[in-house]
């Protein structure tokens, strides 16, 4: 079946798809940010933490990220935890390596002056090392999308999202319906890319942008 | 006045300050100075707490800072960092108004005194404000360092070497400023620098260090004349002085013991002890110490009878100094009056003598060997 016939006759469930991955993808990033940023401060605040932190994720990223999740399937888990389980294990690394990164580059005198003049630790956290530290953050937090909408695809191929499709239907060798799954996800994934770069501009002062770099990521 | 009572600083077992007692005066420049590590920063750090004493106390005016409310002593204390510190994701204003004392006034009363800081630094106000750090050159930078520490117009303001990036000139001109600023407003101002020059140059008191103790702490100018104890000496480099002649005084340079004679004494006895002493001239004095004049061997054997005594053919001295005249006027009296050795004398007293050796020694810079020649 061709891509044009399969969305003729399935464009809700497409719709469907596309927006509950969309959700979960938004979801999943925001949870990654949300614990990314504290977990990436507090490894920069203690060293300690960030091996034993490191090793494990590390771990848990060696493992084909399929073959993880066949492993939660098997155990009986699906769903929405288990989808978000999966993402964050990717997606909260490259946040919390890119916070502590981040936070580690501002320089002594800068934090020295910061605290001198008489700021407490969190008016200088907030009002000079987030902000010092947010180039980082957000190439952090760029790959973490990527990978969110990676793992978010593969997460769902038991259904509730694009993954679901492009597995059916190359089971089914319905290339309509592969399609009608991959291209969205791509398109997901380009969008979600945009959208970065609007909050990049929105909370990376204009002063530290100066130097754009561009990064290549191979998702899963 | 800020008061360090032994204090001592302890960083993983290592000492970075031992037993050290000091006292900043209200309103002088004081200028920490020492090669890296002797724990200038450490000082410095000490007085805003950004350090904590593992003993002894720091006092400001009396008080224990320990005993204070960190946050407010702060928002007292002025304070410049190393390389800068400023904040590159803010503007030249977001910089100064993000400074706490300030930034909880109305936004007409932070305007002013950004401007007002902005000005004793000579810094423009308009489209200069909205600029970034990375759109500076270093001495604008350096300068918006101290005016974002003037903001607050605190009473003591701590600087951490300030001018080390700066090109010499730029450096100079800073270290005037700083000077005046300093000496207008009264402020106490900590200051710290690796470079020697710079210390002299603008310190009312300096207070040099080394392994985490004060070697000598007391004016520039008593230093470079007296340093405490070889480390200062070489620190300031026995040539320091060179560079500032006006600093070297008759006194410091003087033979103390130059052979002297008797006015009664004959002239045969004064040729012995000019051979003894390896000299061609005596000074006379009399009994009091009184400085009479000069005998030159060549005077004596020009004269047929050696039994008599000096008197007769001793003459006065074309010039005398006193003590406190420093080398410079040395040197224009031995030019202008072509002697080689000036008698240095203190209310007709003979205190010493310098002669054109000594003089050319101590310029050339190399280590003065006083001689001490024997008294007979």
Not at chain 2, 36 to 55: D, E, F, H, M, Y
Not at chain 2, 140 to 150: H, M, N, S
Not at chain 2, 189 to 205: Q, Y
Not at chain 2, 346 to 365: F, M, P, R
Request: charged fraction near 20%.
């Amino acid at each position: 079946m061709s891509l044009g016939m399969f969305l003729v006759e399935n464009s809700s469930f497409v719709l469907e798809c596309t927006l509950k991955e969309l959700l979960l993808v938004l979801i999943t990033f925001s949870l990654a940010v949300a614990l990314g940023v504290p977990l990436g401060w507090l490894c920069y605040r203690n060293e300690k933490l960030k091996g034993p932190l490191l090793e494990l994720i590390g771990l848990l990223q060696t493992l084909p990220a399929l073959a993880l999740f066949g492993i939660f399937i098997a155990i009986g888990q699906q769903g929405l935890i288990t989808t978000l389980l999966l993402a964050l294990i990717y997606t909260l690394l490259p946040v919390i390596f890119g916070t502590d990164k981040g936070l580690h580059q501002i320089d002594r005198p800068t934090l020295d002056a910061a605290l001198g003049m008489g700021m407490t630790y969190r008016e200088t956290l907030f009002t000079v090392m987030l902000p010092l530290a947010s180039p980082h953050i957000f190439r952090g937090v760029r790959k973490a999308m990527v990978a969110a909408v990676g793992m978010v695809t593969i997460a769902t191929i038991s259904g509730g999202g694009l993954g679901f499709l492009i597995l059916d239907g190359m089971r089914a060798h319905n290339m309509g319906m592969t399609l009608a799954g991959a291209l969205p996800a791509c398109l997901l994934a380009l969008l979600a890319d945009l959208g970065i770069g609007v909050l990049e501009k929105i909370f990376v002062p204009e002063a530290l942008r100066r130097t754009p770099e561009q990064e290549l990521f191979i998702s899963k | 006045m800020i008061t360090f009572e032994q204090v001592t600083k302890r960083v993983s077992g290592v000492t970075v300050l031992r037993d050290i007692s000091l006292e900043i005066p209200t309103g002088e420049l004081v200028v920490l100075a020492g090669p890296s590590g002797c724990g200038k920063t450490t000082t410095l750090k000490l007085v805003n707490r950004l350090i904590a004493p593992t003993s002894g106390r720091v006092l400001i005016d009396g008080k224990n800072i320990a005993s204070q409310d960190v946050i407010a002593l702060r928002k007292s204390i002025g304070y410049v960092t190393q390389h800068t510190g400023l904040f590159d994701h803010l503007t030249v204003r977001g910089n100064i108004t993000v400074v706490p004392a300030i930034a909880l006034l109305p936004a007409t009363e932070q305007e002013k005194r950004m401007e007002l800081a902005l000005e004793q630094l000579g810094l423009p106000g308009g489209d200069f404000v909205g600029r970034y750090p990375y759109q500076l050159s270093p001495l604008e930078k350096q300068r918006l360092c101290i005016a974002r520490a003037l903001a607050s117009d605190p009473e003591i303001l701590l600087m951490d070497d300030p001018f080390a990036g700066l090109s010499a000139a730029d450096r100079s001109d800073m270290q005037d400023e700083l000077v005046t600023l300093q000496a207008k407003s009264g402020k106490t101002v900590v200051f710290i620098t690796s470079v020697i020059e710079e210390a002299i140059k603008i310190a009312d008191k300096l207070c040099v260090m080394n392994e985490g103790s004060v070697a000598q702490y007391a004016k520039p100018e008593e230093i470079l004349k007296a340093p405490a104890n070889d480390f200062v000496a070489a620190y300031i480099g026995r040539n320091r002085i060179f560079e500032r002649p006006e600093e070297i005084r008759a006194r410091d340079i003087m033979l103390t013991r130059p052979v002297i004679t008797g006015p009664e004494v004959p002239m045969l006895k004064s040729i012995e002890k000019m051979r003894l002493s390896k000299v061609d001239s005596l000074l006379v004095t009399d009994e009091e110490n009184n400085f009479l004049g000069i005998v030159k061997a060549e005077h004596i054997h020009h004269c047929d009878n050696k039994d008599l005594a000096v008197l007769s053919v001793m003459r006065e001295a074309k010039t005398t100094a006193a003590p406190d005249e420093n080398i410079l006027q040395l040197l224009a009296k031995f030019r202008q009056y072509k002697v080689n050795a000036i008698p240095v004398v203190e209310e007709d007293k003979l205190i010493g003598l310098i002669t054109n050796s000594t003089v050319v020694t101590t310029l050339s810079q190399q280590s003065i060997e006083l001689e001490e020649v024997e008294e007979f």
